[in-house]
């Protein structure tokens, strides 16, 4: 039996390299450019759910979303924005850090403008 399945995964990869012109190895990048820690895209998705309609049904776009965020915005530059968008709305003096200065006020506005960008792309209303 094990002979058996053995050669089916061998034929298999013959048809896929003949199909596609390259090894069926598994290994080929498709993933973001950069890679997030799994609980940060977790905490990022589950978020994204919460503000669209609390409906697992938008796990695949909220997924598509971080992914997109993913391929532009290394991991610390990710962190530092999306800190900037949370809290630039604060009150009081703790907040002016995050939203008086012109690099929070920018980086705030560019998170925002890229994160509606690939919500957009990825099925997500508004």
Do not use: W
Request: charge should be negative; include cysteine.
């Amino acid at each position: 039996m094990q002979r058996l399945c053995q050669q089916s995964t061998l034929g298999f990869m013959a048809i896929a390299l003949v199909i596609f012109g390259k090894p069926a190895s598994g290994d080929e990048d498709e993933g973001p450019v950069h890679n997030y820690p799994t609980q940060a895209r977790v905490e990022y998705v589950n978020e994204c759910i919460a503000k669209h309609d609390d409906s697992l049904a938008n796990v695949y776009q909220c997924s598509c979303t971080i992914d997109r965020i993913a391929d532009v915005l290394t991991y610390d530059e990710f962190v530092n924005a999306i800190t900037f968008a949370r809290y630039s709305g604060l009150p009081g003096e703790g907040g002016a850090v995050f939203r008086d200065s012109d690099e929070a006020k920018s980086t705030a506005k560019r998170f925002r403008e890229l994160e509606k960008q690939v919500q957009r792309d990825c099925g997500l209303k508004s």
